[in-house]
């Protein structure tokens, strides 16, 4: 079943620790304006024609906190938690409370492919990619609030082979993670990034 692929991710999106129910989106690529975070300074968007001899060959994982970070973690350490050793399992699994997004840059350093992966307000998981004009554009895209700082997940490696959008698009599409229920526990933005990066080969950049 094939996700669907839209410009950005909404300021209203449930992030990596919430739940909701369980559904797939099916739909092709689209190039809508759904979801603006409003982050990304106007007109370094690009349209897939302004990029269609654009290709990718370095690839990171960027990073941030989620809203409401602290909170989150003081959950995990809390002494029922404790207990049954949830913080030492749940780090294991679902990875710290961060956002985490998958980029790929041209040889140039001009131009920036975001990928991300959420769940969106009827439940049904959405998946983004786009290229934007140079790499503050592309750190904006992910952030989940304004003063939010951001960090490398993983460093710039090289593609396994010269990506263009359309290519990424495609991979997007068939990431593992985009084809089940998107999960806050086993099956989040994390997981998404890192197949991406170094997932299987038929599945990473």
């Not at 970070?69 to 699994?93: D, T």
């Not at 490398?152 to 990424?168: D, N, V």
Request: include cysteine; hydrophobic fraction near 40%; charged fraction near 15%.
């Amino acid at each position: 079943m094939r996700n669907l692929i839209t410009s950005e991710l909404s300021p209203n999106l449930p992030k990596m620790g919430q739940s909701m129910p369980h559904s797939v989106a099916s739909s092709d690529i689209g190039s809508s304006n759904y979801g603006e975070v409003g982050l990304v300074p106007p007109g370094l968007r690009l349209e897939d024609y302004e990029v269609q001899n654009v290709v990718f060959v370095e690839k990171a994982v960027f990073a941030c906190p989620l809203p409401g970070k602290a909170w989150i973690e003081l959950g995990r350490w809390n002494p029922v938690s404790l207990l049954f050793l949830v913080p030492a399992w749940s780090y294991h699994v679902s990875g710290p409370a961060d956002h985490w997004w998958f980029v790929a840059r041209s040889a140039n350093n001009m131009y920036f492919y975001a990928a991300q992966f959420c769940m969106d307000e009827s439940g049904k998981n959405h998946v983004s990619g786009c290229v934007y004009l140079g790499l503050c554009a592309a750190v904006a895209s992910g952030l989940q609030y304004p003063e939010a700082q951001w960090w490398f997940a993983r460093e710039w490696a090289p593609c396994r082979k010269p990506r263009s959008k359309k290519e990424l698009d495609r991979l997007l599409l068939n990431n593992p993670s985009a084809m089940l229920p998107y999960s806050w526990m086993d099956n989040n933005c994390q997981h998404f990034a890192v197949n991406l990066y170094e997932g299987d080969p038929g599945h990473i950049a």
